[in-house]
């Protein structure tokens, strides 16, 4: 199970949007729709904000959007805030009942 | 509201065996066919999935700590548990334990994490 492969870092000013990208292979992320994001703030445990691809758990704003095409999932954070600033983890069904967690990505609010 | 607590020593000797337990309250372990999950992050670095176990027993591990790495469950506490055999200094991380959703899509509930330190 080799880790997924996202962006070390990716950088956006209030109000604009940002897309963090998450490849995968056709083992993993193109063959489910089971890709999933975490956000996590320093010292604090990974948040759910995306799971099967594209859906958003009650209390996530619908700044927050996922998408999927081939072996790469991403997640795009439109109306960027302040408060957006953290680490982003990507996430996939990886067969067998097995998971598979990308590196991270640290998105900067400029 | 479904919480999780992770628990145990924060300090490991190398070559010895880590033990974590992970409590789950507002709701049945065994409720909902729900799969359960341990994730690992050494400081500064990302997330590790170490395996998961459905209520009845059955566990999943990643294939790089398959060897040392035990999961198991017990219903009538509402627990499920986490031994790591043979631990060295590699192995400090946060550990988390967590919840599946039923389509594997993603983990909806963490615990605060617990960090264990290998060190003599």
């Known amino acids: 199970q080799s880790a997924l492969t996202q962006p070390r870092s990716v950088s956006g000013s209030p109000g604009q949007s940002v897309t963090i990208s998450c490849t995968g292979t056709?083992?993993?992320?193109?063959?489910?729709?089971?890709a999933s994001w975490y956000q996590q703030h320093p010292g604090k445990a990974p948040k759910l904000m995306i799971y099967?691809?594209?859906k958003r758990p009650s209390g996530v704003p619908d700044r927050f959007s996922g998408s999927k095409s081939g072996n790469t999932a991403s997640l795009t954070i439109s109306g960027l805030q302040a408060e957006d600033e953290a680490d982003y983890y990507c996430?996939?069904?990886?067969?067998?009942?097995?998971?598979?967690f990308g590196g991270g990505t640290k998105l900067t609010v400029l | 509201q479904l919480q999780l607590q992770e628990s145990g020593p924060g300090l490991v000797k190398p070559s010895e065996t880590l033990s974590l337990t992970c409590t789950v309250s507002?709701?049945?372990?065994?409720?909902?066919?729900?799969?359960w999950g341990w994730i690992r992050q050494p400081p500064g670095k990302g997330l590790e999935w170490i395996g998961s176990?459905?209520?009845?027993?059955?566990?999943y591990y990643n294939s790089s700590l398959k060897s040392r790495v035990t999961i198991s469950i017990d219903t009538s506490k509402n627990q499920f548990s986490l031994k790591l055999s043979s631990v060295t200094a590699a192995d400090t991380a946060i550990y988390y334990c967590?919840?599946?959703?039923?389509?594997?899509?993603?983990?909806?509930?963490w615990g605060q994490g617990a960090l264990v330190t290998v060190s003599s």
């Open positions: 967590a919840r599946l959703t039923y389509t594997w899509g993603g983990l909806d509930y």
């Open positions: 507002g709701d049945s372990i065994s409720s909902g066919s729900f799969y």
């Open positions: 176990l459905y209520y009845l027993g059955s566990t």
């Open positions: 056709s083992s993993d992320v193109g063959a489910y729709n089971c």
């Open positions: 099967d691809v594209n």
């Open positions: 996430c996939s069904y990886a067969g067998s009942y097995t998971v598979v």
